[in-house]
């Protein structure tokens, strides 16, 4: 059972448009979510967050939009750049009973940003 | 800046031998995390921790265990490798326990079993 799920598995787009990276989730209880980057044989990097309680984050060129009706977020790259092509997972956490919480990520999705 | 070493970038490791992975975090965060990302299937959890010699299984804890004996090491251990053990292991670490906090990953340990 997928909780989180990245549809696209890759996505190409022309140096200095915009990428739209997406994501759904199931689970009304998530209340945070996060976008990360990973280059090969690296460990993800934290981009971006929002919390359940906006549907707005921005931070340079990237923006991160949460519509909690739909269940979805998205990740937006404006300008895009080569340096951006990498796989993108989003990720989202809820509390679990033990009080606890967890991340569950996305399968991922490999940006490449040609020039 | 936020720091989550760990200590094998690459391991080849026989069918049957025991693996420790290890990872340190320096940011004196309660939480850390061991994760294994597969192509297709994302990032899945394994175990986490979030005290010292406190743990909880995670989605796949079948064949690994972890131990944290101080609150910056976390360590996995695979008490009997698989070739389907074969994967990229990842420690992440976070503060308090809320919502709201960024997790912080190491770069990763490449694990071939034989």
């Known amino acids: 059972d997928q909780q989180v799920k990245q549809n696209s598995p890759s996505l190409s787009v022309q140096e200095g448009r915009i990428s739209i990276l997406n994501c759904d989730y199931t689970?009304?209880?998530?209340?945070?979510f996060l976008w990360y980057k990973k280059y090969p044989a690296e460990g993800p990097t934290f981009l971006i967050s929002?919390?359940?309680?906006?549907d707005k984050n921005e931070d340079g060129r990237f923006t991160v939009f949460l519509n909690k009706s739909a269940k979805h977020l998205s990740l937006h790259i404006v300008p895009s750049q080569p340096g951006d092509s990498a796989v993108y997972f989003c990720?989202?956490?809820?509390?679990?009973?033990?009080?606890?919480?967890?991340?569950?990520f996305g399968t991922g999705t490999r940006l490449k940003v040609l020039a | 800046d936020v720091k989550v070493t760990q200590s094998s970038r690459y391991l080849v490791k026989r069918t049957g031998e025991k693996v420790f992975l290890e990872c340190v975090q320096d940011?004196?965060?309660?939480?850390m995390f061991w994760y294994r990302q597969d192509p297709g299937l994302g990032l899945r959890l394994i175990y986490f921790s979030y005290d010292v010699k406190m743990k909880e299984k995670g989605d796949i804890p079948e064949g690994y265990s972890v131990s944290r004996e101080k609150k910056e090491r976390f360590s996995l251990i695979l008490e009997s490798a698989s070739t389907n053990q074969t994967s990229m292991y990842l420690c992440a670490s976070s503060a308090s326990l809320s919502s709201g906090n960024t997790i912080y990953f190491g770069e990763g340990s490449w694990l071939t079993v034989v």
């Open positions: 689970n009304s209880m998530f209340d945070y």
């Open positions: 990720a989202a956490s809820a509390r679990k009973a033990s009080g606890t919480y967890k991340y569950i």
């Open positions: 940011m004196d965060h309660e939480n």
């Open positions: 929002i919390s359940s309680i906006k």
